[in-house]
Nanobody, 115 residues
Framework: QVQLVESGGGLVQPGGSLRLSCAAS????????MGWYRQAPEKERELVAT???????NYADSVKGRFTISRDNAKNTVYLQMNSLKPEDTAVYYC?????????WGQGTQVTVSS
């Protein structure tokens, strides 16, 4: 069973930065892609950013230019660097990994952007 453990969430003021981490229990190259999704209260879960083993990235329009997804293969960890945070970025952020046909999810980490 694959485990994805997120960390790095918290409370930050508008304009601030956070870096989320997602540590996987196995070699991240075994996944076709890894990424981050988020879910705000009373809203559906939405894609934030994804990264494939071929280094292709995909970002939601709302975070382009502000968020960056990256990985550390030696640590089996994927990161989400979030800059210029806005109140509308407030959500639970979930790590995602795809190894067809299975999709794995982490437990989520809360990000709150508020003054």
């Amino acid at each position: 069973q694959v485990q994805l453990v997120e960390s790095g969430g918290g409370l930050v003021q508008p304009g601030g930065s956070l870096r989320l981490s997602c540590a996987a229990s196995r070699n991240i190259f075994s996944f076709y892609s890894m990424g981050w999704y988020r879910q705000a209260p009373e809203k559906e879960r939405e894609l934030v950013a994804t990264l494939t083993t071929g280094d292709s990235t995909n970002y939601a329009d709302s975070v382009k230019g502000r968020f960056t997804i990256s990985r550390d293969n030696a640590k089996n960890t994927v990161y989400l660097q979030m800059n210029s945070l806005k109140p509308e970025d407030t959500a639970v952020y979930y790590c995602n990994a795809v190894s067809s046909p299975t999709t794995y999810w982490g437990q989520g980490t809360q990000v709150t952007v508020s003054s």
